[in-house]
T-cell receptor, first 111, second 114 residues
Framework: QKEVEQNSGPLSVPEGAIASLNCTYSDRVSQSFFWYRQYSGKSPELIMSIYSNGDKEDGRFTAQLNKASQYVSLLIRDSQPSDSATYLCAVRRGRDDKIIFGKGTRLHILP | DAGVTQSPTHLIKTRGQQVTLRCSPKSGHDTVSWYQQALGQGPQFIFQYYEEEERQRGNFPDRFSGHQFPNYSSELNVNALLLGDSALYLC?????????????FGPGTRLTVT
């Protein structure tokens, strides 16, 4: 089992709809969770961090964390073509604080 | 507020050569982590520097080494380059206090080994 797993996609979502990106992790004592956006040929950009169970909202983005299910998700409301990118889930491992990334999910917003 | 900077932007080296990549952290940050990102993959952790010492290391051979300077800037050195070392090398900076652990990436250095 990979430490951080994401569906590689591509995930195609119509403009204006909600995009839902999912991530599971294997280290049960992980403490911190991050979502990064990466445009093609660019470096990752931090868009959300979440540390406790529940939802955290920031503008059109909502991160959801369920530690019991070892699951973290990112919702993007009112999707725009500019949201088309690869979204990377990252988890701070509990046993040594290393931050481990998933392979990313490619999101394509259809105009 | 200056963000994370890296140099050079692109680099082409020949197999067997050595390379040095440089990183300056975001203003106020004291911790630097280096990642390797191959095409279509997520960033892979190489190592992290804090207080001029390597604090953590990922599953990379000893050919990969680093250094952190008193001004918190950092270098990544790779010896005896292999074709498989071709990748985007990312530097991320963070603050070593509190429980945030938020990391901010620089623009990266694209290394091509021929």
């Amino acid at each position: 089992q990979k430490e951080v797993e994401q569906n590689s996609g591509p995930l195609s979502v119509p403009e204006g709809a909600i995009a839902s990106l999912n991530c599971t992790y294997s280290d049960r004592v992980s403490q911190s969770f991050f979502w990064y956006r990466q445009y093609s040929g660019k470096s990752p950009e931090l868009i959300m961090s979440i540390y406790s169970n529940g939802d955290k909202e920031d503008g059109r983005f909502t991160a959801q964390l369920n530690k019991a299910s070892q699951y973290v998700s990112l919702l993007i409301r009112d999707s725009q073509p500019s949201d088309s990118a690869t979204y990377l889930c990252a988890v701070r491992r509990g046993r040594d604080d290393k931050i481990i990334f998933g392979k990313g999910t490619r999101l394509h917003i259809l105009p | 507020d200056a963000g994370v900077t890296q140099s050079p932007t692109h680099l082409i080296k020949t197999r067997g050569q050595q390379v040095t990549l440089r990183c300056s952290p975001k203003s106020g940050h004291d911790t630097v982590s280096w990642y390797q990102q191959a095409l279509g993959q997520g960033p892979q952790f190489i190592f992290q520097y804090y207080e001029e010492e390597e604090r953590q290391r990922g599953n990379f051979p000893d050919r990969f080494s680093g250094h952190q300077f008193p001004n918190y800037s950092s270098e990544l050195n790779v010896n005896a380059l292999l074709l498989g070392d071709s990748a985007l090398y990312l530097c991320a900076s963070s603050i070593n206090r509190g429980s945030s652990y938020e990391q901010y990436f620089g623009p990266g250095t694209r290394l091509t080994v021929t």
